[in-house]
């Protein structure tokens, strides 16, 4: 069982390993290719309009830039592992170092190996908050150990509003000291509601009849069952 020590460091814990895990190993590093990779590229800017544009709507667009082919995810030296491979393609634009792409990958798999080390709800939590990013793709290809964090993940709730919540019972894993939570039903009938102001692990169960669940300040929500 977590020690409240644990809950309610677990915060400040993500915090540090989001920090202290901010590279690869330099192994990882050689294997991809050798050097360094290269700073990611800022987007290409459309021409600024002038005093003597035309007025119109805006053409700011947010489409992605196009993929660099598979045939072309090669790095500088050396070469990179099938699985390597495998969690590039389709993940790198144009114009940019394909290393530094795997690079991102394997710091999130070194975050999930940290914080499993030190609290596994907490490495939990990360993931489903987003803390933890992109860890779906790295863990499917890079660091499969992980596959069990993602896979309770995907049953977790941030703080925020969810329509039809999965029922069932749920702890808060790191609760703020102004975390509250509310349940509704059909037509906004409120089912279950309440706060918590310890900054402790607290549990709530989501009935059959629950249409949405509430909460804010509470971290996240983890399904209870096997958290070995």
């Not at 995810?73 to 634009?93: C, H, I, M, W």
């Not at 863990?139 to 049953?155: F, G, I, W």
């Not at 906004?188 to 909460?215: C, E, H, P, Y």
Request: glycine share 10%; hydrophobic share 35%; net charge neutral.
């Amino acid at each position: 069982m977590r020690s409240p020590f644990l809950a309610g460091a677990a915060v400040v814990i993500l915090t540090a390993a989001l920090a202290a895990c901010g590279s690869s190993s330099d192994g990882d590093r050689r294997e991809a290719g050798g050097a360094k990779p290269s700073a990611t590229g800022a987007p290409v800017a459309g021409p600024a309009a002038g005093p003597d544009a035309p007025a119109g709507p805006s053409s700011t667009t947010t489409s992605e830039p196009p993929k660099l082919p598979t045939d072309q995810l090669t790095p500088a030296t050396g070469s990179f592992t099938k699985k390597q491979k495998d969690y590039l393609v389709n993940r790198v634009p144009k114009g940019m170092d394909p290393a530094a792409v795997l690079q991102t990958g394997q710091e999130t798999c070194d975050k999930l190996s940290y914080l499993v080390k030190v609290d596994k709800d907490t490495a939990v939590a990360g993931i489903v908050t987003g803390e933890v990013a992109g860890a779906e793709p790295a863990v499917a290809h890079l660091c499969t150990e992980h596959r069990d964090l993602v896979a309770r993940a995907a049953l977790g709730y941030a703080d925020g509003t969810h329509k039809s919540p999965r029922p069932g019972r749920y702890y808060a894993v790191t609760p703020t000291k102004s975390c509250t939570w509310q349940i509704t039903g059909a037509g906004g009938k409120s089912l279950a509601s309440g706060t918590s102001d310890t900054g402790k692990r607290v549990a709530i169960t989501v009935a059959q009849t629950a249409r949405a669940f509430t909460s804010t300040g509470c971290y996240a929500w983890l399904p209870e069952g096997d958290n070995e």
